[in-house]
């Protein structure tokens, strides 16, 4: 399924309408991007996994403008859009179609995921994924996530909702609020920020959360 058939949205409106979607999405893309000042490297290798339109990269890249960067998603329509953002910005960037258990990982000095790595709907698919990261990983490198991480205290976790629900809510009306959630459920499986955190660390990463809103958190980790 592509993007805006998961998301019940048109392909143009993605940019707009994931703000509506996401409580706190421009502050968690600036998170997402900022451990990159990390890397004692002149032009890091960025892969970002599930580039969506280049939003995150774009947000690597005012960060590290001399990166160079590798976008994977599976859906072509919209890696045309992150096409289309990222001309001119980076030298010679790389547009790979594809899903991340197919996709072969180039080594890189980072790899950076944006509300992509839910896709991912078994522990086990996900420990896999987070091992092949490990792999392709430089030594010192990173991998950061950012994406839904619900608490594992199922009241907290359902505070977290509640309060996502709400932010919904200043846009669309209560049932479209409750038929985005079922829609998204349909492909969608959020981990506990706990087991992102054991699965990663499992993989040989060491993984830090560097930034929490709600459900939504960054975590970076390093090889």
């Known amino acids: 399924m592509g993007v ?42 960025i892969v970002d996994l ?13 960060l590290r403008p001399g990166a160079r960067i590798t976008a994977v998603d599976a859906d072509p329509e919209i890696l045309e859009l992150a096409r289309q953002r990222l001309d001119g910005k980076t030298e010679a960037p790389s547009f ?21 790595l839910h896709h991912m709907r078994t522990a086990d698919a996900k420990r896999a994924l987070y091992r092949r990261c490990h792999d392709a990983l430089s030594p010192g490198g990173l991998l950061v996530s950012a994406d839904c991480c619900p608490a594992s205290d199922p009241q907290l976790s359902s505070l977290q909702r509640t309060a996502w629900r709400d932010h919904l809510r200043l846009t669309y009306s209560d049932a479209d609020a409750e038929a985005f959630f079922a829609a998204w459920a349909d ?12 699965m990663m660390r499992a993989a040989g990463l060491a993984a830090d959360v560097i930034w929490r809103a709600g459900a939504m958190a960054v975590i970076a980790a390093r090889r």
Request: net charge negative.
């Open 187 to 198: 492909e969608d499986v959020y981990f506990s920020l706990d087991d992102e955190l054991a």
């Open 96 to 116: 790979v179609p594809g899903t991340f258990d197919t996709v072969a990982f180039p080594v890189c000095d980072a790899m950076v995921a944006s509300l992509s």
């Open 50 to 62: 599930g580039t969506g339109t280049g939003a995150l990269a774009a947000a690597c890249l005012r």
């Open 4 to 45: 805006a058939s998961h998301l019940h949205i048109k392909l143009d409106e993605y940019d707009s309408r994931i703000r509506t979607f996401i409580p706190g999405y421009e502050d968690m893309l600036a998170a997402a991007a900022q451990p990159l000042a990390a890397l004692d490297i002149p032009s890091p290798h």
